[in-house]
């Protein structure tokens, strides 16, 4: 199952909370975290999760209101940060990097896994929306756009699959209207 809620979005700031999994393993990944610690956790706690229910921080560019409160996070929670060269140095440039946040440096030409769950066709969509960002064909409005995209057609196919069979399983269990009652000819 996927699931996503949106903590913020917006110029004050922008942080999605994407969960995939099952009752047997769930991973949960923020993506971006433009809010200041504190209005992190308070929005986390608002949507019944806890900072140590986090996995990692995928940041998609480096803007304020996507990276400006990554690291102290990452830095309160023990929680990974996953994001490309440019973002990072952006991000240390101005004093937003701190020494023993575990880091891990994404190529915009590989995918990435984080946890143990995670479904291809979203990955798929997620990575080329990343490429293009990366190289400047998309802006970061429409590849949030596109993230959203990927996670309502990962979700939606499999309930909407399964009440298609039990509408046509109940079309086959219903009697026929056009056959005379009590199966006799008149």
Known sequence: MLRFASLASGSQGNCLVVEAGDAA?????????GLNLRDTERRLARAGLQPCDIAAILVTHEHGDHGGGVFDFAAAHGVAV??????????ESEGKVLDGVRTQLVNGKESVAIGYSMIPRGEVGLIIAVVAEQQGIIGPDLFAIIVIVMIVVTV???????????????????????????????
């Open 156 to 186: 939606l196919p499999a309930p909407l699959i399964r009440r298609a069979f039990l509408r046509i399983r109940e079309e086959q269990a219903a009697p026929a209207l056009d056959a005379p009652a009590g199966g006799g000819a008149t």
């Open 82 to 91: 996953y994001l490309t060269y440019g973002t990072r140095a952006a991000l």
């Open 25 to 33: 393993s769930t991973t949960r990944v923020l993506i971006d975290c």
